[in-house]
């Protein structure tokens, strides 16, 4: 097979794979899930940063780039492997009703396809909710490490309330109060951050 | 050798892909004009299809091979109409 007819049918499995609701309800689970922990794991790192006196913005942005990566590749990884085997589970069903090998279907190809989606987003989601609040820092030379830290919470609970409101419109909710609820959780990590001892 | 102008198949599918997907991916096969899919029987995670294929040539290999590739088995061939004429079945006193 030529390389043109393997990216045409890559591409056409790609979105035949985001056209499928079920494959789109469970990124999106992973996507906010993870994206979730990102945002605040990433609020947690500039307030403990700013709190136990971390020298520079850079050095804030580089332990965050590190948080990234390992969240990045723990949401990769993870669902890669559960949904390796869900689908597998799913794939035995179907072939015990069928009483025949389903590999090398279409059904097959869908589920590998479905599974690198799946995956994917669950990557993106960390990587949103860790750099995105990490940006602030990037200005703390003019601005100063506290103002840089105080933007990186609000940063931090706008990307929450941005995951919150996409999921309740999904859900056909008020996406305010929905922003809202999750956003809040990046307050409660800041101030409890902020009252740990030491 | 007569082509094959309609021939009448008894499949078994999962869910997914769609009836509608069965009917489209093998209406694109060449030598084909038509399709009609009809659902006999659904189960929990299998369908009873019944496909109605005509046209100028109707490859029968080459539904048999796309339907196995959509995940489905070719569970009985239950009519085949060959050569110019389409003939329909006709009574005879035994039905």
């Known amino acids: 097979m030529t390389p043109d007819l393997d990216l045409g049918r890559a591409v056409r499995a790609l979105r035949t794979a985001l056209a499928d609701e079920e494959v789109r309800a469970i990124s999106r689970r992973y996507l906010v899930s ?7 794991t ?18 804030v942005v580089k332990i965050g780039l590190g948080a990234a990566v390992g969240l990045a590749t723990s949401g990769v990884w993870s669902v890669w492997e559960i949904e390796r085997a869900e ?11 069928m009483l025949r090998d389903l590999s090398g ?11 690198a989606v799946n995956a994917v987003a669950s990557g993106l989601g960390p990587v949103a909710g860790v750099l995105l609040p990490m940006t602030p820092y990037l200005m703390a030379p003019s ?5 840089a830290t105080v933007a990186a919470v609000g940063v931090g609970v ?8 996409y999921v309740g419109t999904t859900a056909g909710l008020n996406p305010y109060v929905a922003g809202a609820r ?5 307050l409660v990590v800041a101030v409890v951050n902020y009252l740990l001892p030491g | 050798m007569a082509a094959v102008r309609r021939l009448v198949i008894d499949v078994l599918k999962p869910h997914d892909p769609s009836s509608v997907q069965v009917a489209r991916t093998v209406a694109d096969l060449p030598g084909i004009d038509g399709v009609n899919v009809t659902l006999v029987e659904t189960d929990r995670e299998v369908q009873t299809l019944k496909l109605t294929i005509e046209g100028p040539d109707v490859d029968h290999e080459a539904v048999e091979t796309t339907v196995d590739e959509l995940g489905g088995s070719v569970h009985s061939v239950d009519q085949v109409v060959c050569g110019e004429l389409v003939v329909e079945g006709v009574e005879t006193p035994q039905d």
């Open chain 1, 143 to 147: 601005i100063g490490l506290l103002w």
């Open chain 1, 34 to 40: 993870n994206g979730f922990d990102g945002a605040l």
């Open chain 1, 105 to 115: 279907t279409r059904l097959h190809r869908e589920q590998r396809t479905a599974r």
């Open chain 1, 42 to 59: 990433s609020i947690g790192v500039a307030v403990g940063s700013f709190l136990t006196g971390v020298p520079t913005g850079l050095a």
């Open chain 1, 158 to 165: 706008g990307v929450l309330f941005a995951f919150g409101s």
């Open chain 1, 87 to 97: 689908k597998r589970a799913e794939l035995a069903d179907v072939e015990r009703a």
């Open chain 1, 182 to 186: 999750m956003g809040v959780a990046g």
